[in-house]
């Protein structure tokens, strides 16, 4: 299932997906490829959504946390916003005083991605990041892949393919209430 996610300032328009496997569920948007949220149900079989997040997709627009994101091509930081690969130096971004901070400023949760498979319970979202791209060597295809398994099981697989050697190093950023998100 699809639907409108709302519409960026620049009249982009989002879409939120759903998976479903079970009494489990899903949402995903195609900005960021980010997990919007995730229904799972408690020992009495009562749903909760328990991951933290936005009503519409100019909440994840404005969010500065990475809330539901993918974050890439490296997750984390690396120090002096520098690194050397088989004797190569390559300059990134500073975006956190000397560092680069995931990758940033032109971060993946803030681009749209393109979806190339969706089924009940999987969906796998790819984009393209371009030689260059954050710093970055290679032409590099990525692909994230969600799906809700037997068991309650959301499982995250990440792919990537570059032209070059190149720097990998992918994460999910989202923030879990497993009690729900409505409780504090």
Not at 23 to 39: S, W
Not at 65 to 90: D, E, M
Request: aromatic share 12%; net charge negative; with cysteine.
């Amino acid at each position: 299932m699809k639907r409108s996610f709302g519409c960026l300032p620049d009249g982009r328009e989002a879409t939120l997906y759903t998976i479903r496997f079970g009494a489990m569920a899903a949402e995903l948007t195609d900005y960021g490829a980010t997990l919007v949220r995730l229904y799972v149900p408690d020992a009495e079989g009562n749903l909760a959504d328990v991951i933290l997040g936005y009503a519409d997709v100019n909440g994840y627009a404005a969010d500065t946390s990475f809330q539901g994101a993918i974050v890439g091509r490296n997750a984390n930081r690396i120090g002096g916003a520098a690194f050397t690969l088989k004797g190569t130096p390559h300059q990134l971004p500073k975006n956190e005083g000397e560092n680069s901070l995931h990758s940033g400023p032109d971060f993946f949760c803030k681009r749209f991605w393109e979806v190339v498979r969706l089924e009940e319970s999987k969906i796998t979202f790819r984009l393209e990041s371009p030689h260059g791209d954050q710093g970055y060597p290679g032409n590099a295809t990525i692909y994230v892949t969600y799906g809700l398994e037997a068991g309650g099981v959301l499982k995250i697989s990440y792919d990537g393919f570059c032209d070059q050697d190149t720097v990998f190093n992918f994460t999910n950023h989202s923030y879990f209430n497993l009690a729900g998100h409505e409780n504090t």
